[in-house]
C-alpha cells in the first residue's frame, strides 16, 4: 500500500476548475439549529446536518470550518490541492428544509453573501444561485436577480423539496426562468425524502455513500420521463458524482421505457419526443465530484460526449489532494483532459477565458 500522495499538485496545461464545492453561511447554521431542535425533524436532515453539527470527529470539524469560510481557508486548501477556480454553491439541503418564507428570504441572503465572497476574489471563485422551489415564482425572480444583478450564471437545486420533485407541473417555472436567462441547473444530492429514507438509513446508507445517488438519479430521471426537457429544450441540468450513475443506465432505460410506453401500463408513462438516452446527451452535463475513477469518467464521455464531463473536488466533503494528483496522470489525450478541468466549465458557467 502506498501512502496518498499530498503533495502540492504543480502548474498543469490547464486550470483546474472544481464545479461542486460547498459554502454554508453561519447564519444558514442558526436556522438549521432551530430546525433541528424542533419535535419532528425530516430523518434525512436529522441525519445529515445532525452529525455534521454536533459530532467531534475530525471529518466533523474540518468539514465546518471549512464550510462558512470564502476566504483564506478555503483559499489555502485550494492553492494546497492545485485548485485555480471553485463553483461554489450554497451546502445541501441548503434553504429546502426550511418553510416557505424563510426559504425565500434565505436564499436572497445567502446569495448576496456568495456574491460578496466572488466579488473579494474574482478569479479564484464563481457562484451559483440558491432558490426555494418551495415558492416557484420566487424562484423565478431570483434567478432573473441572480444573473442581471449578481452576474451567477448558474443555479443550484438539492434535489427533492420536502418530498416533492421538480418534475411536478407547479415546479415548470423554475425551469422557464432557467432555459430563458440560459442558466444551467445544478440537480444536487439530498438525503432520500422522510417516506424513502428508512431502508437506508437503519443500514447508514442514507447519505453520500449512496442514498443521496439513488434519490438525485431517481429525480433526474423523473424529469426526464416527465417531458420536462420536450418543454424546454434548451434546458441544462448538471449532475455530480458522474451523472448519479445514469450513464451506466442508458441501455436499460432506453429499452424498458420504450417498452413501458408500447405496452400502455402506466398513465403516467406517456411518449418522449426521444428516448431517455438522448436527453441525457443533450440536456445534462456530469461532474465527477466525488468519482476520481479514470474508467467511470471515460465511460461517461463515451455515453455523453467529451463536452459534457467536466471536474468537481466537492469540497469540503472529499478534498482529497491525491485525487487531483490521480486525475491529472489520467491517459487521457490533452484536448479532452483540458475540456474536463478547464474550457466545459469556462463554457457552462460563462467564466471569461482566461490564459494560464
Ligand atoms: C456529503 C457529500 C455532504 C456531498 C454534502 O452536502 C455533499 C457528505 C451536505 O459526505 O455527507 O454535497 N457530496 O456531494 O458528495
Ligand atoms: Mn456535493
Redesign the pocket.
Known amino acids: 500500500m502506498s501512502l496518498p500522495n499530498t503533495q502540492r499538485p504543480g502548474k498543469a496545461p490547464y486550470l483546474r476548475i472544481a464545479t461542486?464545492e460547498?459554502f454554508c453561511p453561519s447564519e444558514m447554521l442558526d436556522i438549521y439549529r432551530n430546525i433541528l431542535a424542533q419535535p419532528h425533524v425530516d430523518p434525512g436532515f436529522q441525519s445529515?446536518m445532525g452529525f455534521y453539527m454536533s459530532s467531534p470527529s475530525e471529518r466533523a470539524k474540518h468539514i465546518m470550518r471549512c464550510l462558512t469560510d470564502l476566504d483564506q481557508v478555503r483559499l489555502g486548501h485550494m492553492d494546497d490541492a492545485g485548485i485555480d477556480m471553485q463553483i461554489i454553491a450554497l451546502?445541501?439541503p441548503g434553504v429546502q428544509c426550511m418553510d416557505t418564507a424563510t426559504a425565500v428570504s434565505f436564499a436572497k441572503f445567502a446569495n448576496d453573501e456568495l456574491a460578496e465572497g466572488v466579488r473579494r476574489h474574482p478569479t479564484r471563485f464563481a457562484g451559483m444561485i440558491a432558490i426555494a422551489p418551495q415558492d416557484p415564482a420566487a424562484a423565478a425572480q431570483e434567478i432573473e436577480r441572480g444573473v442581471n444583478k449578481l452576474g451567477m450564471n448558474s443555479v443550484i437545486i438539492n434535489s427533492h423539496t420536502h418530498g416533492e420533485y421538480l418534475s411536478d407541473l407547479k415546479f415548470w417555472e423554475i425551469f422557464e426562468a432557467a432555459q430563458a436567462h440560459d442558466t444551467p441547473i445544478y440537480l444536487?444530492?439530498n438525503t432520500p425524502p422522510a417516506n424513502m429514507i428508512q431502508p437506508f438509513l437503519e443500514s447508514g446508507l442514507d447519505?453520500?455513500v449512496y442514498g443521496?445517488g439513488v434519490e438525485t438519479g431517481l429525480h433526474a430521471l423523473k424529469l426526464i420521463t416527465s417531458g420536462v426537457f420536450d418543454r424546454f429544450p434548451k434546458l441544462q441540468v448538471i449532475l455530480?458524482?458522474m451523472g448519479e450513475a445514469l450513464p451506466f443506465w442508458a441501455y436499460r432505460l432506453d429499452y424498458m421505457h420504450a417498452a413501458t410506453v408500447r405496452s400502455n401500463r402506466y398513465e403516467s408513462v406517456k411518449p418522449l419526443k426521444r428516448k431517455p438516452s438522448d436527453y441525457l446527451r443533450d440536456n445534462f452535463h456530469i461532474t465527477c465530484?466525488?468519482m476520481a475513477w479514470h474508467k467511470a469518467i471515460a465511460f461517461t464521455q463515451d455515453v455523453v460526449g467529451e463536452g459534457r464531463v467536466l471536474y468537481a473536488m466537492?469540497y469540503p466533503?472529499?478534498y482529497a489532494i491525491d485525487e487531483v494528483h490521480a486525475l491529472d496522470g489520467m491517459d487521457m489525450n490533452p484536448a479532452a483532459k483540458k475540456k474536463f478541468y478547464q474550457s466545459n466549465a469556462e463554457a457552462l458557467f460563462k467564466i471569461p477565458a482566461r490564459t494560464l
Open positions: 461542486e460547498a445529515l451546502t445541501s444536487h444530492p447519505g453520500a443521496f455530480g458524482h465530484s466525488g466537492d466533503y472529499q
